[in-house]
């Protein structure tokens, strides 16, 4: 059996890197070991706001660097790092934010894609679907709110 694939649309009001940060809380409530994956830099921006985006919340994670130990249920993959994927046996969801699918996973996951709502990116979202159709992929689409996760 192949990875779940969920594909959440985030509404034309919501900021989809809060929605993100919102739903990697709910996810690690649940015991969720988290990978987020996406370039560095966007990763960075991300770090700051998982420190910051509730008064009252802690959400232990950290920006994976090679040879790092991996010693925190929420971990922030770059890209450039992909080939390390590997090393996160134990991890069972991971946030694709990366502009291709993830179809040469070893280890069947919960794989979560959010939608965002300017047309470049949806389409960038249907080809990331196409991709995971042709290669057998369990796919599931939703809408995007904090009561579906």
Known sequence: ?????????????HDIKLCLCKFVKCLYKKDENIIIID???????LDKLLWSFEQNSFLPHKIYNKG???D????????QNLDKLRLFN??????????NALVNLENDINIYEFVDTDESKKSISRNKFLEYKKNNF????????????
């Open 72 to 79: 925190t249920p929420i971990i922030l993959l770059s890209i």
């Open 90 to 99: 134990d991890y069972t969801s991971i946030i694709n934010n990366y502009d």
């Open 1 to 13: 059996m192949k990875s779940v694939v969920n594909f959440y649309s985030i509404e034309i009001n």
């Open 138 to 149: 369990t796919l599931m689409h939703n809408k995007y709110n904090e009561q579906t996760i």
């Open 68 to 70: 790092d130990v991996i």
């Open 39 to 45: 370039d560095y830099e966007k990763l960075e921006e």
